[in-house]
């Protein structure tokens, strides 16, 4: 069930969205409540679940040079288990960012970050290409990151 935004939430959410790491007292700047209760709210978003991470986005190319992969997965078995199966294992794999199940060609769709070249084949023969699920899979190789974003549009 969603949770019931109101105006102020929406104002408050949207700010930490830009920066989670605002003070109360900033906030209170932008949204007409006190730093307190807006301490409150957050607090109960978090429990609730609004709030699922509070993290830091790390710059790629400043931690070394990185390659992004789209990887879209076609299943060969498409039973319960043998999905979950194959979901659970993407999830454990940290060059994983993003991973959902889709509706159309393709089965499951990916977004990874490599080392580089070596790194991607690597994963790819490990964990794609010799997995019993898979039937096929096709990577294209990201460019230029026109945007990134993790804020959710309110």
Wanted: aromatic letters at 6%.
């Amino acid at each position: 069930m969603a949770y019931p935004l109101d105006r102020l939430d929406v104002q408050i959410l949207a700010a930490l969205q830009e920066n989670n790491q605002a003070t109360a007292q900033a906030l209170a700047d932008r949204v007409p409540l006190s730093p307190s209760a807006i301490l409150r709210r957050i607090r109960q978003y978090r429990d609730e679940g609004v709030i699922a991470a509070d993290v830091s986005i790390i710059e790629p190319g400043q931690v070394g040079e990185r390659i992004s992969v789209i990887m879209m997965v076609q299943l060969e078995r498409h039973s319960p288990a043998a999905v979950g199966e194959f979901r659970s294992h993407l999830a454990r794999s940290p060059q994983v960012q993003v991973c959902m199940e889709i509706s159309g060609a393709y089965d499951i769709s990916c977004i990874a970050i490599f080392r580089g070249m070596e790194e991607f084949n690597a994963f790819t023969d490990a964990n794609i290409a010799g997995h019993p699920a898979v039937r096929r899979y096709e990577a294209s190789f990201v460019k230029k990151r026109v945007k990134f974003t993790t804020a959710i549009p309110l």
